[in-house]
């Protein structure tokens, strides 16, 4: 949860739009682990976790933000948030797409192991599938739109 504290400088609009984002919208999602580490800084209980917020949206391959650090030069804890964080973004429904099932999280995890992911931590990951516990909000059961009234159902944009 607190990875991501620095989106509450992003604009809701961007942070829900469904496609692709502008140069100036991404550079608005690129700052929020700076803005997460400089709300965190003052309290000294959090900073032995500022360098995992701050690089939680590296990728394996260099292709990341904000430092475009590559393998192991992003922190551990960091390589473990990106997995877990991209699993639940997947596993999670947003105002603008319905949560994927389980499996096509996984494959995808799997397809992005050494690229976007440390492909020594994506295999203790999928060995951990047993213990996933996904909190609610996960894929909606069949006809389950049909079940809400119109005024709650996710708006897109
Ligand atoms: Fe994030």
């Not at 700076?34 to 260099?62: M, W």
């Not at 992003?74 to 699993?87: E, N, Q, V, Y």
């Not at 999280?105 to 996904?134: M, N, W, Y």
């Amino acid at each position: 949860m607190l990875h991501d504290l620095g989106k509450i400088g992003v604009r809701e609009a961007v942070l829900n739009k469904p496609g692709k984002l502008s140069e100036g919208e991404f550079t608005e999602i690129v700052r929020h682990p700076g803005t997460a580490v400089r709300i965190l800084e003052p309290i000294p209980f959090f900073r032995p976790l500022l360098p995992a917020i701050l690089h939680h949206h590296e990728r394996f391959d260099g292709k990341g933000y904000p430092s475009r650090l590559a393998g192991n030069n992003i922190p551990l804890a960091s390589r473990i948030m990106a997995i877990a964080d991209t699993f639940d973004a997947m596993t999670s429904t947003r105002a603008y797409r319905k949560a994927l099932p389980i499996s096509d999280a996984i494959a995808e995890i799997r397809r992005c192991s050494g690229t976007q992911f440390d492909p020594d931590i994506v295999p203790a990951f999928l060995a951990c599938q047993s213990k996933i516990v996904i909190p609610g909000d996960v894929s909606l059961p069949e006809g389950f739109d049909e079940a809400v009234p119109v005024e709650y159902r996710p708006q897109p944009g």
